[in-house]
T-cell receptor, first 117, second 112 residues
Framework: NAGVTQTPKFQVLKTGQSMTLQCAQDMNHNSMYWYRQDPGMGLRLIYYSASEGTTDKGEVPNGYNVSRLNKREFSLRLESAAPSQTSVYFC????????????????FGDGTRLSIL | DQQVKQNSPSLSVQEGRISILNCDYT??????FLWYKKYPAEGPTFLISISSIKDKNEDGRFTVFLNKSAKHLSLHIVPSQPGDSAVYFCAAFTSGTYKYIFGTGTRLKVLA
């Protein structure tokens, strides 16, 4: 009964280092998302993947890249980490099969806490 | 431009009383609204949703009210319990997109 699994749970990086955050879901959902949560800012969408093979920018995509490896997995990469990217990162998935109708809620992982020094 | 706003960062309520969490939005194209609850060190979990064609949806102790003319929705929790203490996020969704827009959250503390 895993749902959405994120790895790692915690990470400390130095400025300029690169890192990939991993996300996998076992609910056969079509859509996957990456958010960051910062104090007073709520959840801001970084990138999303409506379905396998597609990715699109969200609200705050600069400094990030994503890969939808297959239907289950959606990774987020920081190529050159900056202190401004210190945040809690959440991956989510949802089962939006028909974009005309769905109000399917998202299922979230427990987050990756990333600190960049 | 914050399309979904939760103007109260925090709220304290006595156990057994009603908790009312508010959310305002600016985009009239939103056609679904959702509430999520988040405990520390966990991801948000879905609580309740409402379609824009309705004005009320109820699920146990949780009721969401939607006032489209005012672009306002609220979540009522009755009676409030200490286990309800969490951060509550309001989110909005437009059919035809895949994006959920979140508010900044309201931290609810239910006092025993």
């Amino acid at each position: 009964n895993a749902g959405v699994t994120q790895t790692p749970k915690f990470q400390v990086l130095k400025t300029g280092q690169s890192m990939t955050l991993q996300c996998a879901q076992d609910m056969n959902h079509n859509s996957m998302y990456w958010y960051r949560q910062d104090p007073g800012m709520g959840l801001r969408l970084i990138y999303y993947s409506a379905s396998e093979g597609t990715t699109d920018k969200g609200e705050v995509p600069n400094g990030y890249n994503v890969s939808r490896l297959n239907k289950r997995e959606f990774s987020l990469r920081l190529e050159s980490a900056a202190p401004s990217q210190t945040s809690v990162y959440f991956c989510a998935s949802s089962d939006i099969r028909d974009r005309r109708y769905s109000n399917q809620p998202q299922h979230f992982g427990d987050g990756t806490r990333l600190s960049i020094l | 431009d914050q399309q979904v706003k939760q103007n109260s960062p925090s709220l304290s309520v006595q156990e057994g009383r009603i908790s009312i969490l508010n959310c305002d939005y600016t985009n009239s194209m939103f056609d679904y609204f959702l509430w999520y609850k988040k405990y520390p060190a966990e991801g948000p979990t879905f609580l309740i949703s409402i379609s824009s064609i309705k004005d009320k949806n109820e699920d146990g102790r949780f009721t969401v009210f939607l006032n489209k003319s005012a672009k306002h929705l609220s979540l009522h929790i009755v009676p409030s319990q200490p286990g309800d203490s969490a951060v509550y996020f309001c989110a909005a969704f437009t059919s035809g997109t895949y994006k959920y827009i979140f508010g900044t959250g309201t931290r609810l503390k239910v006092l025993a």
